[in-house]
T-cell receptor, first 109, second 116 residues
Framework: GQNIDQPTEMTATEGAIVQINCTYQ??????LFWYQQHAGEAPTFLSY??LDGLEEKGRFSSFLSRSKGYSYLLLKELQMKDSASYLC??????????WGAGTKLIIKP | IAGITQAPTSQILAAGRRMTLRCTQD?????MYWYRQDLGLGLRLIHY???????GKGEVPDGYSVSRANTDDFPLTLASAVPSQTSVYFC???????????????FGAGSRLTVL
């Protein structure tokens, strides 16, 4: 079956750096997405990786290794507003999105 | 403000009742989707539509139906609600069909449905 694994919850300190990992086993691969979801709100798009390597966008970066079925989202200079769930999703060979359960990130002062 | 509007925001429903969740987008996106989100699980696709006039089944379609009469509207109907359909429902849209580039999804604010 298809599977996306990410930690259920992580805690980090304001101003620090945190890395959220995502591993996947899917039928084919046509891109990996990270979305942010604040409690009670809709998911919003953060990043997209289709080739191996690092994509940087301000304080957020996303890395992909297709051979290892692995991605991470790196958040730098953490702010309290970064407290949210981070969803990893992979598009499979049928171009369907397979979603992880999300990682709840708690930021402490 | 361009985006997706969902209604109702929240609803409590008796089991066996019929319910339609409404979704309207003003971005002229071709593709639209309905997901449900349950605690501890990833978003699960219920139904989708790649363009007006066409619909398809997702991962968990049983008990749900959709229609796509025009580009903007994509209602989701529960013909006879059951407690296992208690969930948060998100409508989403994208500018291309699944195979086109990044195909980023824009989500509505969600509809919280409780079936008793």
């Amino acid at each position: 079956g298809q599977n996306i694994d990410q930690p259920t919850e992580m805690t980090a300190t304001e101003g620090a750096i945190v890395q959220i990992n995502c591993t996947y086993q899917t039928s084919g691969f046509n891109g990996l997405f990270w979305y942010q979801q604040h409690a009670g709100e809709a998911p919003t798009f953060l990043s997209y990786n289709v080739l191996d390597g690092l994509e940087e966008k301000g304080r957020f970066s996303s890395f992909l290794s297709r051979s290892k079925g692995y991605s991470y989202l790196l958040l730098k200079e953490l702010q309290m507003k970064d407290s949210a769930s981070y969803l990893c999703a992979v598009r499979d060979s049928n171009y369907q999105l397979i979603w992880g359960a999300g990682t709840k990130l708690i930021i402490k002062p | 403000i361009a985006g997706i509007t969902q209604a109702p925001t929240s609803q409590i429903l008796a089991a066996g009742r019929r319910m339609t969740l409404r979704c309207t987008q003003d971005m002229r996106h071709n593709a639209m989707y309905w997901y449900r989100q349950d605690l501890g699980l990833g978003l699960r696709l219920i139904h989708y539509s790649n363009t007006a006039g066409t619909t398809g089944k997702g991962e968990v379609p049983d008990g749900y139906s959709v229609s796509r009469a025009n580009t903007d509207d994509f209602p989701l109907t529960l013909a006879s609600a059951v407690p296992s359909q208690t969930s948060v429902y998100f409508c989403a849209s994208s500018g291309g069909t699944s195979g086109s580039g990044a195909n980023v999804l824009t989500f509505g604010a969600g509809s919280r449905l409780t079936v008793l």
